[in-house]
């Protein structure tokens, strides 16, 4: 298998990322790339849909769930039950990898593990809730049954550069 660029996608999270700015949410964006194809996009909706769950990752987790488990390609690649020999889906990203804008948080951080995703590229570290490097280590927790393989740093300064413009504009109109 070829190896992903992991510019090209990160740049694709980016475009989500300047959705979300533009829709006055915080500017964070996410894909999910299965076999070096993207399976999902989105960006944080915690305004819009008035739900603080609503963070890229978690959209873009669910949306990848749900796309993996129509694809025949993965299908084949899922185990089968034994009575009746059907793939057994349940939401496993195994094979696939997260880019996001930012560092994840704790919940984003615990749903990667529990969905089983193979690896986190991230741009800007979050030093007030980033579960990954910043403040905890969720993704290798060698406690859980899971480890995430992560990457940070990816194009950060254009992730840092949003998330700048985002909180600047904020403390304008607070004025």
Request: hydrophobic share 40%.
């Amino acid at each position: 298998m070829e190896k992903p660029d992991h510019q090209h996608f990160m740049k694709e999270a980016i475009k989500q990322a300047v959705t979300a700015l533009e829709k006055g949410e915080v500017p964070v964006g996410a894909v999910v790339v299965w076999k070096n194809k993207i399976v999902a996009r989105a960006y944080n909706q915690m305004e819009m849909l008035r739900d603080p769950t609503a963070h890229a990752e978690m959209i873009a987790l669910t949306q990848a769930s749900e796309t993996l488990a129509g694809m025949e390609e993965a299908k084949a690649e899922i185990p089968v039950k034994r009575n009746n020999q059907t793939p057994d889906h349940r939401g496993s990203l195994e094979g696939a990898t997260l880019y996001v804008t930012l560092e994840p948080c704790p919940m984003c951080a615990g749903a990667l593990v529990m969905t089983k995703c193979e690896n986190l590229v991230y741009g800007a570290r979050d030093p007030k809730a980033g579960a990954c490097h910043s403040l905890y280590h969720i993704t290798d927790d060698e406690r859980l049954n899971h480890r995430v393989k992560v990457t940070g740093g990816v194009m950060a300064e254009d992730a840092k550069f949003l998330l700048g413009e985002f909180f600047k504009s904020l403390r304008k109109d607070r004025r």
